[in-house]
T-cell receptor
Framework: DVKVTQSSRYLVKRTGEKVFLECVQDMDHENMFWYRQDPGLGLRLIYFSYDVKMKEKGDIPEGYSVSREKKERFSLILESASTNQTSMYLC??????????????FGPGTRLTVT | GEDVEQSLFLSVREGDSSVINCTYTDSSSTYLYWYKQEPGAGLQLLTYIFSNMDMKQDQRLTVLLNKKDKHLSLRIADTQTGDSAIYFCAERTDKLIFGTGTRLQVFP
């Protein structure tokens, strides 16, 4: 069965802290994605990666960075957390660029609160 | 630019049909998707339709695509309380663009 896991379901951090969100998929997917979900705004793409050591900016990359050292793992890094980064963070993966109808598979999400 | 719009809320009685609507702007979309998000969970792919199709049926789910009007709908027949969730439509061009989500509430 397809599995995308995220390291934490809930996380509380202080302003200015460095935050790591980890995502692991066991489906040998090429593509991995980080989104944030906010009420009334839907999902917004932060960063994505089509291969190991590759990364592309999404729609809202400011304040975030990513790392993909291994195919199965995609990390989202908040260098200095701020209160406006309080959100639900969703990781997803998919097969190669031509995966078409198979869509993306999502992890359960990490609800991050920055105080 | 790319934009996908949905109404935010829908409330239906158990046993009735639900219709969730979505409009999109990019005519080069290849696939269009419906995802379901239950409380506290990630998104689950429900169904999808290729852009050259008008309709797709999968058990209680019917997807209608009007490519001319760039309108996508999801009909859930015999809606159950377990269908209560947020439903996202998404269009695929070179990446996935998600709508804002429609919260479906089913009451007895």
């Amino acid at each position: 069965d397809v599995k995308v896991t995220q390291s934490s379901r809930y996380l509380v951090k202080r302003t200015g802290e460095k935050v790591f969100l980890e995502c692991v998929q066991d489906m040998d997917h090429e593509n991995m994605f980080w989104y944030r979900q906010d009420p009334g705004l839907g999902l917004r793409l932060i960063y994505f990666s089509y291969d190991v050591k590759m990364k592309e900016k999404g729609d809202i990359p400011e304040g975030y960075s990513v790392s993909r050292e291994k195919k199965e793992r995609f990390s989202l890094i908040l260098e200095s957390a701020s209160t406006n980064q309080t959100s639900m963070y969703l990781c997803a993966s998919s097969l190669g660029r031509t995966s078409g109808g198979r869509g993306q598979y999502f992890g359960p999400g990490t609800r991050l609160t920055v105080t | 630019g790319e934009d996908v719009e949905q109404s935010l809320f829908l409330s239906v009685r158990e046993g009735d049909s639900s219709v969730i609507n979505c409009t999109y702007t990019d005519s080069s979309s290849t696939y269009l998707y419906w995802y379901k998000q239950e409380p506290g969970a990630g998104l689950q792919l429900l169904t999808y339709i290729f852009s050259n199709m008008d309709m797709k049926q999968d058990q209680r789910l019917t997807v209608l695509l009007n490519k001319k009007d760039k309108h996508l709908s999801l009909r859930i027949a015999d809606t159950q309380t377990g269908d209560s969730a947020i439903y996202f439509c998404a269009e695929r061009t070179d990446k996935l663009i998600f709508g804002t989500g429609t919260r479906l509430q089913v009451f007895p």
